[in-house]
C-alpha cells in the first residue's frame, strides 16, 4: 500500500493541472468579452457561440487558448490594452484601422508573439522599448502612422526577426547598427521618415536580405557592399536621399535583383559591368545622380529590362547596342552628354513605349523607320544637334501621345502625314529649329492635342482655318516666323497671349493689337476676293450643323419625355406587386442591418423622381426609408455605367471589399442590390446633406450663423478621408463639395468612394463619361494627361478648402471669362487686393483668431491648388498642415 501515498499526488496533480485548464478558459473568454466591448465588436459573444468561433479569432486545437487575432480592416478605435493578457497569441494584426495614441507597452507582455501588425493607424509617440522582449516575433510591421524619435536599441532583441517595416512615419535619428546583426532579416523597409547617417556596413553581410527599400529620407554615405554580400537582394530603393560614392561593383552578386532605384543622390563615377550579370532586372533608375563615363554595353545581357532611366548625369559617348532587350518599354537618357546618331539598336525593341534622348548632342537625322516600334507613344528628341528633314513616315507613329522636336536643326517643311496621328495629345513642339514653308492644313486633324509649339522657325503663309479642328488645344505658339493674313477666329488662339503671335510681320486680328483693318485698301480686296467663296460655304456649313444640331437635340428631348412618361407609368404601376423588376444579386454587409432592409422597397424608391436627392457625375442619389423605419441613401448608377453589369462578380467582390474599407470620414457602401441592368448602391443617410449644400444654400438662410471652427473640422476631416484612400492606393474620381456628405454634429464623409474602384478611367471603359470629376474641380493637366493622379485629388482638395474659405462657387460668372475660383484667388494679388479680401468676411471679421487661422488655410488652399503637379503637398501632409492650425 505505500504506492497510495504517491498515487493521490498523482491524482490530485491531474486534477489540479484540469482546474487550471478549465480556469483559464471562462479567465480567457471575460477577457474576449472586455476587448470587444472597447472596441465596439458587437458580433462578438451573440448566440451564446463559443469565442474560438467569433470573428478574427483562431485557437489552438489542443486547448482552445486564442493564438490569433486579426480585427485588421475594421475602422476600430479605443483601448486594447487588454489584448496583452491573451498569453498564448502569437498572431497579432491591427492594420488598417483608426487608433490613436502611444503604442501600449504592454503588448510587450506577449511572450509567444510572432507576428505584430499595427500598420496603417493614427499611433504617435515613440516606439516603446517593451516590443524588444518580444524574442519570438518574425515580423513586425508599424508603418503608415505618426511615430517619432528613434528606432529604440532595445529592439536588438528581435532576434528572429525577418520582416521589419517603419515605411512612413515621423522616425529621426540614424537605422540602428543591429539591424545588420539581424540574420534572419529578408525585409527591411524604412522608407518616407526623416532618417540620417548611413546605411550600416554591416547591413546584408549576416542576413539573405531579399527587400530594402529606404527612399525619402535624409540617409548619406556610400551604398555598402554588404548588402549585395549573400547574392539574395532582390529590390533596392534608395531614391531621393543624399547618398554620395560610386555603386558598388558586388551588384553583380545578385542575379535575382529585379529593380535598383537609386534616383535623386549624388552618386559619381560609372555603372559597374558587372550590372551584366544581374539577369533578373527589370527596372534600373539612376536619375539625378553625377554618374559620368559611357553607358555600359552589359545592360543589354540583362533581357528582362523594362525600365532604363539615366537622365540627368553626365554620361558621355554614344548609346550602346540594346537590341536584344526585347522587353524594353521605357528608355530615358535626357540631361546628358550623349552623342552620335539616334541608335538603330533601340528602334528594334518592339515593346518600347518611351525614347527619351533630348538635352543631349546627339546629331545626324531622325531614322525613316523610327515608327517601327509600333507601341511608341513618348518621342522626346528636342535639345539636340539633330538636322535633315522630318520623314514624312513619322505620320506612321500613329499610337504617339506626345512629339518633343525642339531646338534642333531640323529643315525642310512641316509633314503633312503628322496629321495622321491622331492620339497626339499632350504637345506637338517642333520650335527652334530651321523649318520653312506653309502650315500643313491636315494638323488641324489633331482633335486631341493640348499644346502647339512651332515658335522660332521660318514658316509663311496663313494660319490655317483647319486649325480649329485642334478642338482640345490650350497652349499655342507660333511666334517668330514670317505667318501673314488675318488669325483664325478660334478661342485657343484668342485666349493665348499676344506674345504667341509675335515676331510674325504680318499677321493680323486678335490677340494681336493690330487690325486686320490697317492693311492697305487692295491688300485686303484681294485677300476677300480669295476668301469670299469660302465665307460662304462655311455660312452654309453653319446653318445646315445648327439645323443638324436643332434636330438631334429635338429627337433626344422627345425621347427623354417618352422615358419620363414612361418612368412615371411605372411608378403608378409599381404599386402592385407583378410588375416589380426581379432582383439578381443583392447583400447587406452589416449583419446587424440585415433584417431592417427590404430590397423590393430599396428598389421602388428610386424609381420615384420624389425621392431623388441628388445627381452627380457618375450616380444619382435617392432617399429610401425601409418598412422597418430605417433610412437610407441609395446611389443608382447611370445608364452610362450599365456595362459594369457584365461584370457582375467583380463588382459584387468590389463592393464587398470596399465594405470592409472603414474610415472615420469615408462613406462606404453598406450594401448594393443589382436588378436587371441597374446596381444600386446603399449608404447610410446623413440629414445633414452634402458641402456644397452646407457652404453655398444653408449659409443664405436668415437663421445662418457664422462658424468657422465647424468649416475647419470638415475641411480636416475631409482630408483625412481622402489621405487614407492615397495610403490604401486608391484615387478619387470625382473629389468636390458635392461628395462631401455631412454626418453627425457635420462630420464630413468622402464620398463616391467605390466609383473609384468600380470605375477605371486609365482603361478607356464606357463606363468613364469625357471628364473624370465635376467642372471646377478639375487639375489643369488632366487636359493633356486624362489621368486621374493623386495630385489631380490635391488640387480638387485645395478647390474645396477655398470654397470653405470664400463661400464661393468653384465656378462663377463673376469672376469673368475664363476665370474660375483658383485662378480668381491666385490672381488677387494682381488685382491689388489683399489675401483678407478674399476670405468670406461674415467669418473672418468675427475674431482675430479666426482670421488668423483661415489665412493659415488659405496658405495651404493656394499649396493644394499649384498648376504644377510635382509642388503640391501630399494629402498626409495637407492633414498635418491643417491640423497645426488648430493645434497653435
Not at 467569433?54 to 479605443?78: A, P, Y
Not at 490594452?81 to 488598417?96: G, R
Not at 469625357?770 to 487636359?783: K, L, N, R, T, W
Request: charged content about 15%; hydrophobic content about 40%.
Amino acid at each position: 500500500m505505500a504506492f497510495l501515498p504517491f498515487f493521490s499526488l498523482f491524482l490530485f496533480g491531474i486534477l489540479s493541472s484540469s482546474k487550471l485548464v478549465f480556469a483559464q478558459l471562462p479567465e480567457e473568454e471575460t477577457t474576449l468579452v472586455a476587448i470587444g466591448k472597447e472596441l465596439g465588436l458587437t458580433s462578438w459573444g451573440l448566440n451564446s457561440s463559443h469565442y474560438c468561433s467569433w470573428e478574427g479569432i483562431r485557437c489552438s486545437s489542443n486547448d482552445s487558448t486564442v493564438v490569433k487575432l486579426d480585427l485588421s480592416h475594421g475602422g476600430l478605435q479605443g483601448n486594447f490594452t487588454l489584448i496583452s493578457e491573451l498569453n498564448a497569441l502569437k498572431w497579432l494584426d491591427l492594420s488598417y484601422n483608426n487608433f490613436q495614441g502611444s503604442i501600449p507597452p504592454a503588448l510587450g507582455n506577449l511572450s509567444k508573439l510572432e507576428f505584430l501588425d499595427l500598420s496603417y493607424n493614427r499611433f504617435g509617440s515613440l516606439i516603446p522599448a517593451d516590443l524588444g522582449r518580444l524574442t519570438n516575433l518574425r515580423s513586425l510591421n508599424l508603418s503608415n502612422n505618426f511615430l517619432v524619435g528613434q528606432v529604440p536599441d532595445e529592439l536588438e532583441g528581435l532576434v528572429n526577426l525577418q520582416d521589419f517595416q517603419i515605411f512612413t512615419n515621423r522616425l529621426s535619428g540614424s537605422i540602428p547598427t543591429w539591424v545588420g546583426n539581424l540574420t534572419n532579416l529578408r525585409v527591411f523597409t524604412a522608407y518616407e521618415n526623416g532618417l540620417v547617417g548611413s546605411i550600416p556596413d554591416n547591413l546584408g553581410s549576416n542576413s539573405e536580405i531579399r527587400l530594402l527599400n529606404l527612399h525619402s529620407n535624409k540617409l548619406e554615405g556610400t551604398i555598402p557592399d554588404s548588402i549585395f554580400a549573400m547574392g539574395k537582394l532582390e529590390v533596392l530603393v534608395l531614391t531621393q536621399n543624399q547618398f554620395a560614392g560610386n555603386f558598388p561593383q558586388s551588384v553583380g552578386n545578385c542575379k535575382a535583383l529585379s529593380s535598383i532605384r537609386i534616383g535623386n543622390n549624388n552618386i559619381i563615377g560609372s555603372i559597374p559591368r558587372e550590372i551584366g550579370n544581374v539577369s533578373g532586372l527589370t527596372y534600373f533608375e539612376a536619375d539625378n545622380n553625377h554618374l559620368s563615363g559611357e553607358i555600359v554595353s552589359d545592360f543589354a545581357q540583362c533581357s528582362n529590362l523594362t525600365l532604363l532611366n539615366l537622365a540627368s548625369n553626365g554620361f558621355t559617348g554614344t548609346i550602346p547596342d540594346l537590341g536584344n532587350l526585347t522587353n524594353l518599354q521605357e528608355l530615358i537618357v535626357s540631361g546628358n552628354s550623349l552623342f552620335g546618331e539616334i541608335p538603330s539598336s533601340v528602334l528594334v525593341c518592339k515593346s518600347l513605349n518611351k525614347l527619351d534622348l533630348s538635352n543631349n548632342r546627339f546629331n545626324g537625322t531622325i531614322p525613316r523607320d523610327i515608327c517601327n516600334t509600333t507601341r511608341l507613344q513618348y518621342l522626346l528628341l528636342s535639345q539636340n544637334f539633330i538636322r535633315g528633314e522630318i520623314p514624312n513616315e513619322i505620320g506612321n507613329c500613329v499610337k504617339l501621345l506626345q512629339l518633343e522636336l525642339g531646338s534642333n536643326y531640323l529643315t525642310g517643311a512641316i509633314p503633312p502625314d503628322i496629321g495622321h496621328i491622331k492620339n497626339l495629345q499632350i504637345a506637338l513642339n517642333l520650335s527652334s529649329n530651321h523649318l520653312r514653308g506653309l502650315l500643313p492644313p491636315e494638323l488641324g486633324r489633331l482633335d486631341k492635342l493640348v499644346s502647339l509649339d512651332l515658335s522660332n522657325n521660318q514658316l509663311s503663309g496663313t494660319i490655317p482655318p483647319a486649325f480649329k479642328g485642334m478642338l482640345s488645344l490650350i497652349e499655342v505658339d507660333f511666334s517668330n516666323n514670317l505667318l501673314t493674313g488675318p488669325i483664325p477666329t478660334f478661342g485657343p488662339f484668342q485666349k493665348s497671349p499676344n506674345s504667341s503671335f509675335l515676331g510674325n510681320k504680318g499677321l493680323c486680328g486678335d490677340p494681336l493689337s493690330l487690325s486686320c483693318g490697317n492693311s492697305d485698301t487692295s491688300g485686303r480686296e484681294n485677300y476677300h476676293h480669295k476668301v469670299s467663296f469660302k465665307i460662304i460655304m462655311a455660312v452654309i456649313g453653319s446653318g445646315l450643323a445648327v439645323f443638324v444640331s436643332v434636330t438631334i437635340v429635338v429627337v433626344i428631348f422627345t425621347m427623354r419625355e417618352r422615358q419620363e412618361k414612361t418612368a412615371k407609368c411605372v411608378e403608378v404601376i409599381d404599386d402592385g406587386s407583378n410588375n416589380r423588376p426581379s432582383i439578381i444579386a443583392g447583400n447587406v454587409f452589416v449583419e446587424n442591418l440585415r433584417q431592417a432592409i427590404d430590397f423590393d422597397a430599396v428598389v421602388k424608391a428610386t424609381m420615384k423622381d420624389s425621392n431623388k436627392l441628388s445627381s452627380g457625375t457618375f450616380s444619382s442619389v435617392y432617399k429610401a426609408v425601409m418598412p422597418s423605419g430605417m433610412v437610407l441613401s441609395v446611389k443608382r448608377l447611370k445608364s452610362m455605367d450599365r456595362t459594369i453589369i457584365h461584370h457582375q462578380s467583380k463588382v459584387i467582390r468590389e463592393l464587398e471589399r470596399l465594405g470592409k474599407l472603414c474610415h472615420d470620414n469615408l462613406m462606404t457602401p453598406i450594401g448594393y442590390v443589382i436588378y436587371e441592368d441597374v446596381a444600386l448602391l446603399l449608404h447610410h443617410y446623413f440629414s445633414n446633406g452634402t458641402l456644397f449644400e452646407f457652404l453655398h444654400d444653408s449659409s443664405k438662410l436668415p437663421e445662418y450663423k457664422p462658424d468657422w471652427p465647424t468649416r475647419l473640422g470638415i475641411a480636416i476631416g475631409a482630408a483625412e478621408g481622402l489621405a487614407f484612400l492615397h495610403q490604401v492606393a486608391t484615387i478619387h474620381l470625382d473629389i468636390s463639395s458635392g461628395n462631401i456628405l455631412l454626418g453627425a454634429s457635420y462630420k464630413a464623409m468622402v464620398g463616391e468612394v467605390e466609383i473609384s474602384k468600380l470605375l477605371d478611367p486609365s482603361r478607356g471603359t464606357a463606363s468613364i463619361s469625357a471628364v473624370a470629376g465635376s467642372f471646377g474641380y478639375i487639375p489643369p493637366e488632366y487636359a493633356y494627361t486624362m489621368q486621374v493622379t493623386a495630385p489631380g485629388n490635391v488640387y480638387s482638395y485645395g478647390v474645396i478648402l477655398l470654397e470653405i474659405l470664400t463661400t464661393r462657387l468653384p465656378v462663377d460668372e463673376a469672376f469673368g471669362e475664363g476665370i474660375d475660383l483658383v485662378k480668381w484667388v491666385h490672381n488677387a494679388p494682381a488685382r491689388g487686393e489683399t489675401p483678407e479680401q478674399i476670405l468670406d468676411s461674415k467669418l473672418s471679421t468675427v475674431s482675430f483668431t479666426w482670421r488668423k487661422e483661415m489665412l493659415a488655410a488659405l496658405k495651404v488652399a493656394l499649396i493644394c491648388t499649384d498648376s504644377t503637379p510635382a509642388k503640391r503637398p501630399k494629402m498626409k501632409k495637407v492633414v498635418e498642415m491643417l491640423q497645426e492650425i488648430t493645434q497653435n
